[in-house]
């Protein structure tokens, strides 16, 4: 069942639940995938930004191509303001933190990003503390460019991975069974309209128990 945040002749916004591709592609090209379920229901969509498989949150779709070349302008110039929730491993000394290191996509190991200090492309990621538990942090993340797991990439990088991210090296848990991340927020010019909207997606069950059970 497709969560619908706001929809009209421009734009289809939605919460995006864990586990399921936007796309489809390689070994899984007949499993389901969030741009096909949409096109079953809501007829010919264009996808302007993606979420990891693993991540939930707030998603935008073009219903014209109109819409899509307006929507696709505003993400390559980065005045799209993305806000993601995030529980992280370790307790930050800082409140706030922007993050700039470079980012490349690790060519020996699929999927995943490396910080790099030379040839890599520019990244910043501004990270403000919401909340401290006993062992973990509930974090908001800002990405101000849009690299490939960017989010995940940087919070590795300070020491704070994400909870339940062994890719980016955080250790097995129980808490939750994916990383815990959240697109919470999603800010930008309405194609159509020419004013500026905002949508916000309620985290999933799992990512609420996760925050209970860190004591967050």
């Known amino acids: 069942m497709l969560e619908i945040i706001h929809q009209d002749s421009h734009i289809l916004v939605l919460a995006k639940p864990p586990g399921l591709a936007v796309l489809p592609g390689g070994w899984g090209e007949q499993m389901p995938c969030l741009k096909g379920m949409i096109e079953a229901q809501y007829g010919k969509i264009w996808v302007v930004h993606r979420l990891d498989k693993v991540t939930s949150g707030v998603m935008v779709f073009a219903r014209t191509a109109e819409a899509h070349r307006a929507l696709n302008g505003q993400f390559e110039r980065h005045t799209v303001e993305k806000i993601y929730h995030a529980i992280v491993e370790g307790l930050p000394p800082w409140e706030t933190h922007t993050a700039r290191h470079m980012l490349q996509a690790n060519i020996g190991r699929a999927h995943r990003t490396v910080v790099v ?62 990383p815990a991340l959240h697109a919470y927020s999603l800010s930008f010019v309405h194609p159509g309209s020419g004013n500026r909207v905002s949508y916000q997606a309620p985290a999933p069950v799992d990512f609420q128990l996760a925050m209970e059970r860190a004591g967050l």
């Open 117 to 178: 200090r030379k040839r890599g492309k520019r990244s910043e990621t501004y990270f403000k503390v919401l909340k401290r538990g006993q062992e973990q942090a509930f974090l908001e993340a800002q990405p101000r460019t849009g690299r490939t797991h960017q989010v995940r990439a940087h919070l590795a990088a300070l020491g704070y991975p994400l909870l339940g991210d062994p890719l980016y090296g955080a250790p097995e848990t129980d808490l939750i069974a994916r």
